[in-house]
Structures are given as structure tokens and as C-alpha cells.
């Protein structure tokens, strides 16, 4: 199970063109290529942070013109852009590599809490990242909610719940036993509940791709997780003088090192959350690296592991 960032797709500090994020769809999957030559059993899922952002700027900016769409419609939009360069991209790559799989992207609803706290907490980022100044003037213009996730970088949040059920497992996994590479529960899931009438009903939400990805890896029975983000590794007082790099720590360390606040909430929190999930339940190994780091991570000589 292969979790990939948003933000490999769309770089912090750039527009995001299509054209860029095509550019970098195509590096992310020289990265997963090496999966590929040694015939792991794939499935992808993605964030859309960035992409998702992007599209709710355009809903705000175009309101008096086109009527705007809501955050889950949104989700669902960007997993079939995102879906659809990461498949083009990979069936280009196999090609190159002379390889006979088939890559299949699926529209995946996920069913989430209409009552999780995040939707009177939202924690989840989405979009660019603005100056205290400039996210001031946002949140007063399109009353929106910023947090700071970077020192003087604020970027918008939106509730975030827990995936509670990934709809379509069964024939997910059905595809992942026969080798096609699938991707799916993209940007987390579209998130749906089950209303009153015992009907599915979509929510405003951006569900973590992280949680997604490790309840995902239960379903297809994935032995590892690969949680592909924006950094080699995770770090001990990431930011600080006294950062500090694991190279390797087992679940029960890790599980004490998040309960005490270490990791920071909306960004590398969830990725040790969802090790921790994946772990407990079925998975064998978790490897948190970034693009250019995963040949080497998975001869063990980058990225941090984590097992039981």
C-alpha cells in the first residue's frame, strides 16, 4: 500500500500548473517504479491538499458567475484529475519498462462519523500557504479558518474526519491479487455517512489520505506501507536546534513518543497515526520517505521503518 502526498504532485512555493504537476506526477513514479520491477502487488492512494485548495479558491473567486461546487463534490473532482496523471504517467512508465500490468483508477466513497469532532475542530490543510497578513485578509474576505503549520506559513483547514468503513474494498483487493496496479480512495475518500433514511449522503470534508491509506492496506491484506511524503525521514524536535533523525523505532516507542505530543497535528501527526493503525492491525513493516529516497529505503539505507 502506497500512500502518496499531495505535495509531491504540487510544489510548496509554485503555481501548480498542469503542466507542473504532470512533471511531477512522472518523477513521483520514477520513485515507484523500483516497486514495480520487483512485482509488488500495488495500490496507490493520494493526497489533494494542494489541489483541493486550488479548487475551492476557484469556487470563492467564480461564485457570482458559476454556481460553487461543494468540498466533498471537490474531493471527488481532484481524484479524478489526480487519478487520471498518476494513471497516464504510470502506464507510460510501464511501457518503458516493457511491463504487461494493467492501472485502474477508481472513484472511492469512504464512510466517515457525521458527528467526528473535526467538524467543530478542522485540523486538515488545504491549499497554499499565506503570510499572517495575507491569511488575515482571507478568512475575513471568504470567512475561512487558518492555522499556522510552518513558522509564519498559515495555510486554510477544513474538518478532517476519521475513515470509518473504505467502500469497494472487495474489489480492490480483487484487482491487487491479480497485479493490477490500483488506485483508489484518492484524497482519502469522498466522505459520505448514512442519514436517517438509511441513505448514503455526502459531507464537507477533506478525510487524512494517511488513515485512508492504513485502513486500506487491512483490506487488501498489504504486508507493508509506504507513506511517501515531503521528507526522508521523521525527526525528533523536527525544526528545532536539537532535531533529531530515527532511522528505525518499533510501534510501542513510536505509539508513547505520539501520545506525549511529539509529532505535530495536520502534518506528520496523522502519517504516524496511520503507521500506528496499520501496524496494530495486519501490516508488517511502515516506511516514511520521500521520492528520491525510496530505492535507497528500501535497501534500508534511508527513510525511518517502523515495526511492531
Same mark, same amino acid.
Given at each position: 500500500?502506497?500512500?502518496?502526498?499531495?505535495?509531491?504532485?504540487?510544489?510548496?512555493?509554485?503555481?501548480?500548473?498542469?503542466?507542473?504537476?504532470?512533471?511531477?506526477?512522472?518523477?513521483?513514479?520514477?520513485?515507484?517504479?523500483?516497486?514495480?520491477?520487483?512485482?509488488?502487488?500495488?495500490?496507490?492512494?493520494?493526497?489533494?491538499?494542494?489541489?483541493v485548495g486550488n479548487e475551492l479558491i476557484r469556487m470563492e473567486l467564480t461564485?457570482?458567475?458559476?454556481?460553487?461546487?461543494?468540498l466533498g463534490v471537490c474531493v471527488a473532482g481532484t481524484q479524478g484529475t489526480?487519478?487520471?496523471?498518476?494513471?497516464?504517467?504510470?502506464?507510460?512508465?510501464?511501457?518503458?519498462?516493457?511491463?504487461?500490468?494493467?492501472?485502474?483508477?477508481?472513484?472511492?466513497?469512504?464512510?466517515?462519523?457525521?458527528?467526528?469532532?473535526?467538524?467543530?475542530?478542522?485540523?486538515?490543510?488545504?491549499?497554499?500557504?499565506?503570510?499572517?497578513?495575507?491569511?488575515?485578509?482571507?478568512?475575513?474576505?471568504?470567512?475561512?479558518?487558518?492555522?499556522?503549520?510552518?513558522?509564519?506559513?498559515?495555510?486554510?483547514?477544513?474538518?478532517?474526519?476519521?475513515?470509518?468503513?473504505?467502500?469497494?474494498?472487495?474489489?480492490?483487493?480483487?484487482?491487487?491479487?491479480?497485479?493490477?496496479?490500483?488506485?483508489?480512495?484518492?484524497?482519502?475518500?469522498?466522505?459520505?455517512?448514512?442519514?436517517?433514511?438509511?441513505?448514503?449522503e455526502g459531507l464537507d470534508a477533506v478525510i487524512d489520505k494517511d488513515y485512508?491509506?492504513?485502513?486500506?492496506?487491512?483490506?487488501?491484506?498489504? $504486508?507493508?506501507?509506504?507513506? #511517501?511524503?515531503? =521528507? *526522508?525521514?521523521?525527526? /525528533?524536535?523536527?525544526?528545532?536546534?536539537? !532535531? $533529531?533523525?530515527?532511522?528505525? #523505532?518499533?510501534? =510501542? *516507542?513510536?505509539?508513547? /513518543?505520539?501520545?506525549?505530543?511529539?509529532? !505535530?497535528?495536520?502534518?506528520?501527526?496523522?502519517?504516524?497515526?496511520?503507521?500506528?493503525?496499520?501496524?496494530?492491525?495486519?501490516?508488517?513493516?511502515?516506511?516514511?520517505?520521500?521520492?528520491?529516497?525510496?530505492?535507497?529505503?528500501?535497501?534500508?539505507?534511508?527513510?525511518?521503518?517502523?515495526?511492531?
Amino acid at each position: 500500500m502506497i500512500a502518496l502526498g499531495g505535495n509531491s504532485l504540487s510544489r510548496n512555493g509554485q503555481t501548480g500548473t498542469i503542466q507542473q504537476q504532470f512533471e511531477y506526477t512522472r518523477d513521483a513514479l520514477n520513485g515507484i517504479s523500483h516497486f514495480i520491477e520487483q512485482d509488488y502487488n500495488i495500490c496507490i492512494n493520494h493526497g489533494n491538499g494542494p489541489q483541493v485548495g486550488n479548487e475551492l479558491i476557484r469556487m470563492e473567486l467564480t461564485q457570482d458567475i458559476v454556481p460553487p461546487l461543494p468540498l466533498g463534490v471537490c474531493v471527488a473532482g481532484t481524484q479524478g484529475t489526480i487519478g487520471y496523471m498518476i494513471q497516464q504517467s504510470l502506464q507510460n512508465k510501464l511501457r518503458e519498462m516493457n511491463k504487461d500490468r494493467e492501472v485502474v483508477s477508481l472513484i472511492s466513497q469512504v464512510i466517515v462519523n457525521d458527528d467526528d469532532p473535526s467538524f467543530k475542530e478542522p485540523t486538515k490543510y488545504v491549499g497554499p500557504r499565506y503570510s499572517k497578513i495575507e491569511s488575515e485578509k482571507m478568512a475575513k474576505k471568504f470567512n475561512w479558518i487558518f492555522k499556522e503549520q510552518e513558522k509564519d506559513k498559515y495555510r486554510r483547514v477544513v474538518p478532517s474526519p476519521m475513515p470509518e468503513y473504505i467502500m469497494h474494498g472487495k474489489s480492490i483487493k480483487a484487482l491487487v491479487d491479480r497485479g493490477t496496479i490500483v488506485i483508489a480512495s484518492g484524497g482519502g475518500g469522498i466522505p459520505v455517512y448514512n442519514n436517517d433514511a438509511g441513505k448514503l449522503e455526502g459531507l464537507d470534508a477533506v478525510i487524512d489520505k494517511d488513515y485512508s491509506a492504513a485502513k486500506m492496506g487491512r483490506i487488501i491484506r498489504a $504486508q507493508e506501507l509506504w507513506i #511517501i511524503t515531503d =521528507i *526522508d525521514n521523521i525527526y /525528533l524536535n523536527y525544526g528545532t536546534d536539537q !532535531q $533529531q533523525k530515527i532511522d528505525s #523505532i518499533n510501534r =510501542i *516507542d513510536l505509539e508513547d /513518543l505520539y501520545n506525549n505530543g511529539e509529532f !505535530q497535528k495536520g502534518s506528520i501527526g496523522p502519517k504516524i497515526k496511520a503507521a500506528i493503525h496499520f501496524l496494530k492491525h495486519h501490516g508488517d513493516k511502515v516506511k516514511i520517505t520521500s521520492i528520491p529516497c525510496i530505492k535507497d529505503a528500501m535497501n534500508n539505507l534511508a527513510g525511518t521503518e517502523i515495526r511492531n
